[in-house]
Each structure stands twice: as structure tokens, then as C-alpha cells.
């Protein structure tokens, strides 16, 4: 055997070698790593240790290549470019999951707590790898991905806190004693559903119609759509028109 | 505010009349799964609606009221069920939902479910034992459920347990009161005012606190 064969077993060998170290190291920190975060949530931790085995095994091959003097420039440079294109394709996911790092280590909020992030504002459904589900105040479902959370102000009015309802109502009626009696009246049926006595914040006489504004105290945001339509049934019944904006 | 309270028995009389205290204009539905309950809750609480209901049918009634309801406390007679309430109505966005233990030892299984709001009844009586046998080094006097935070009695047995509290209280800037162990009497005052025999009340946030409580009875024990 000439020594340049020898040489080139010795490689081998410690390529391999190299490749199975970041595969057995690589299993052990995703252990290691599932094992500590399981705090910020099992799926999270074992998604993150699994990353993290990947990243060490990628390295091992880098290693194991290098070992073998493949021209090592030439595979740096490609290992660079792939890097490179890898990360500019997939700069939105990666996005995501700082996102989701942030999210988990700060806790800003949690699932159930009805939030405010830039625009948007809803209850928190889920939190996930990529994005975080809502549900707006009218119902619909709001996928919001995670990169927004990094780059908005959120405001976490927590699940659990009456939330304030101003209501503009708009009766084609003139007289406002009638308006404020009926009003009254109405409130009265719907208090019971309220998380507090309603305020009645102004009554103004507009043309020939009564202008009055109020605010309703609740606690399950999901309530105003029923609330504005066992309101608008109320006026109904006791014949009064009214628009509720 | 609408509230479904499910169960009948001896827990749900305290949340009803709670419920009602908090919110005497408010909606207060019982659900029980016996008619004899159902005909006693009516007479027990006229301001109340009783339910009767299968145990199988709670949930289908959750999730039709969903919209409706502000609080939902689970407290029937079985952890099991309360489990099973509390994490469907969590499931369908109730804002509120409380569930109350039968055995306190369920507790963890509760908090591993992310059940927000667990009430243990029972743990009054570790905290009065303390209290009223009056020798304890730390005595948890109250959890706050909504935040974090909880209101911690600390017994200065030495100069050590005063140097350390003083520390605490110093370096976090904690408020607290000072139970006198000479007259028994509550009192106000700067940390210096602390004495060897007193009992320090603290109001503290966890995070604050957990590392000091265990260094505290691991030196005491």
C-alpha cells in the first residue's frame, strides 16, 4: 500500500468518523435540548432540537468533506452560495420562526387573550411554527404570521377583561324623552348579558331624528353581534326604526 | 354577565352565591344532572335558572352557548368531569372558565391542561394550620389567580432569616407589614423596624420570590 493510499484511508475513516460523531452529538443536544425547553412547549422544544441536530449534522458532512481535501475553497464557496440561496428563499419562514422564539420566550400573550398587534386586534386562537391565529370581534378567523409580531406594537388586553362597546344609535323619533324611556326599557332586558350597568353617554336631537351614543360592558367579545341584533329586535317590537352603527 | 355554574352540590352554593354578590343584575344558570337537585336548586336560589342536563349533554350545551357565555365554573362533584368541562369550554373561547378540585392532588393535571383558573379549596388549610399553630419559617398566605403574585408570611426565627428578608424586601422593593410578635399587633414600617420574633408579610411576584423561598427552607429544614 503507498503512503498516499494510506493517507487517503486515514480520510475516510476520520470523515466517517466525523459524520457519526455529529449524528450520535447531534441526537444527544436534541435530547438535551428537547429535555430544557419543554417549558415553552413540547412541540416547540422537539422542533427546535430537531433544527439544531439537523444544523450539527450538516456540519459533520461540511467536516467530513473538508477531511477529505476535496478542494476545500471550492466546497466552501459552494456550501456559501447554498447557504445563501437557502436563507434568501426561505427568509419569511426563517422570519416566522424567530417569530415564534420570540413569542414563546417573552410570552406576550397567551392562547385565549384578546390582543391588539398593529391594525388587528382579536382572540388568540393558536400560537403555531409560522403564524398565530385570531378571531376578530365580527368572527372572522385572522391568520397573522409571526415576523408581524417582531416588527408591531402588541397590546394584550388579556381574555379576560370586560371590554368596553361604544354604540351609536340613530332613532328616526324626535322627541327624546320617548327615545330615552324606550332606551331604558331596552337596556334593562339586555343587562342581564352585561358585565355592568350600560352609560348612557349623550342624547342629541339631530333634524328629526334622536342621535344617542352608549357604552357596553362585556366579557365575551363573541356577545356583540347578538347583543346588537337583541337590541335592534327590542326597538323593534316596541315599533321604534333604528339604525346601530 | 351570564354565568353557568356546573353542579349542584355543596361547592356550587359558594359560587352561586358569589356570582350573585359580584352581580346582582347578572344571568345565573345552574347545571345539575338530577331532577331531586334541580327541584331543591330552584328553591335554594329563586334568582338562578336549574338545569337539568345529562352528563353527556353539558357540552353540546357549551358549545351552543358559546357566544353567550361570560363564566363558566365547572364544580360538580368529579375532577374527571370538571376536567372535561373546563378544557371543552376553554376549547370553545369561554372567557372565563374556573374549575374547582375535589382532590387537591388532581391539581397538576388541571395546570398541565392549561386550565388557567383552578380553585383548590383545600389550601386554605395548609396556610391556617401554619398560622394558627404559629410556627412556621415561610406560610403562603394567598395566591393571586389573575396575575402572578402571591402575599408570603415569613417568620424571622434569626438574624440570618432578618438579614436575608431585609435583602429581599430591599433589593426588589416589596411592600409589606409587620406582624408584631411582641402585642400581636399589625404595624407599618421601615425594614429596620423589623425584630427577631417578628412575622413579615410580603406581597411579591413569583418570579421575585421562588428562588428565595427555596433557599429559605432549605437553610431552614
Known amino acids: 500500500m503507498t503512503p498516499e493510499e494510506y493517507f487517503l484511508i486515514i480520510r475516510v475513516a476520520l470523515a466517517i468518523l466525523s459524520i457519526a460523531l455529529a449524528i450520535f452529538l447531534g441526537s444527544k443536544l436534541r435530547e438535551v435540548i428537547a429535555r430544557n425547553l419543554s417549558k415553552f412547549g413540547h412541540a416547540f422544544a422537539s422542533k427546535f432540537a430537531e433544527i439544531v441536530r439537523y444544523f450539527l449534522i450538516i456540519l459533520g458532512v461540511v467536516i467530513a468533506f473538508s477531511i477529505l481535501s476535496l478542494d476545500i475553497v471550492v466546497l466552501t464557496g459552494i456550501s456559501i452560495v447554498i447557504v445563501i440561496i437557502i436563507l434568501i428563499s426561505m427568509r419569511d419562514i426563517f422570519s416566522n420562526y424567530a417569530g415564534e422564539i420570540y413569542l414563546r420566550i417573552r410570552r406576550p400573550f397567551d392562547e385565549g387573550d384578546f390582543i391588539k398587534v398593529g391594525r388587528i386586534s382579536g382572540r388568540v386562537i393558536s400560537i403555531n411554527s409560522q403564524d398565530v391565529e385570531l378571531v376578530s370581534i365580527r368572527g372572522n378567523r385572522i391568520i397573522i404570521p409571526n415576523q408581524f409580531f417582531l416588527k408591531n406594537p402588541i397590546i394584550n388586553r388579556s381574555s379576560t377583561t370586560p371590554t368596553s362597546i361604544e354604540l351609536k344609535m340613530i332613532f328616526r323619533e324626535s322627541q327624546v324623552e320617548r327615545v330615552e324611556g324606550i332606551m331604558m326599557e331596552v337596556l334593562n332586558e339586555v343587562r342581564p348579558e352585561l358585565f355592568e350597568d350600560p352609560k348612557i353617554v349623550s342624547i342629541n336631537k339631530i333634524d328629526d331624528k334622536t342621535e344617542v351614543n352608549l357604552v357596553l360592558h362585556i366579557i365575551n367579545q363573541q356577545k356583540i353581534k347578538w347583543l346588537i341584533n337583541k337590541l335592534s329586535g327590542e326597538f323593534y317590537k316596541r315599533g321604534v326604526e333604528i339604525e346601530i352603527e | ?221
Open chain 2, 1 to 221: 354577565m351570564r354565568s353557568v355554574v356546573i353542579g349542584g352540590g355543596h361547592l356550587a352554593y359558594f359560587v352561586v352565591t358569589t356570582l350573585r354578590e359580584i352581580d346582582p343584575k347578572g344571568r345565573i344558570i345552574v347545571i345539575e344532572f338530577t331532577f331531586e337537585k334541580v327541584e331543591m336548586l330552584k328553591k335554594t336560589f329563586p334568582y338562578a335558572e336549574a338545569v337539568l342536563s345529562s352528563i353527556d349533554k353539558v357540552e353540546e350545551y357549551i358549545t351552543e352557548n358559546r357566544s353567550l357565555i361570560d363564566v363558566l365554573v365547572s364544580a360538580t362533584d368529579s375532577d374527571a368531569l370538571n376536567l372535561r368541562y373546563a378544557k371543552h369550554s376553554i376549547k370553545n373561547e369561554i372567557p372565563i372558565v374556573v374549575a374547582i378540585l375535589n382532590n387537591p392532588l388532581n391539581e397538576p393535571i388541571f395546570v398541565k391542561e392549561n386550565i388557567r383558573y383552578v380553585i383548590n379549596p383545600y389550601k386554605t388549610i395548609i396556610s391556617k394550620v401554619k398560622e394558627i399553630v404559629d410556627k412556621f419559617r415561610v406560610n403562603i398566605i394567598y395566591e393571586f389567580s389573575r396575575i402572578n403574585a402571591g402575599i408570603y408570611a415569613f417568620k424571622i426565627e434569626n438574624a440570618e432569616i432578618l438579614r436575608k428578608v431585609r435583602g429581599l424586601i430591599l433589593k426588589n422593593d416589596l411592600p409589606f407589614f409587620i406582624v408584631s410578635s411582641a402585642d400581636n399587633r399589625i404595624r407599618a414600617g421601615s425594614v429596620g423596624d423589623i425584630q427577631i420574633g417578628d412575622v413579615v408579610c410580603i406581597s411579591c411576584l413569583d418570579k421575585d420570590i421562588r428562588s428565595f423561598l427555596e433557599r429559605i427552607r432549605e437553610g431552614g429544614s
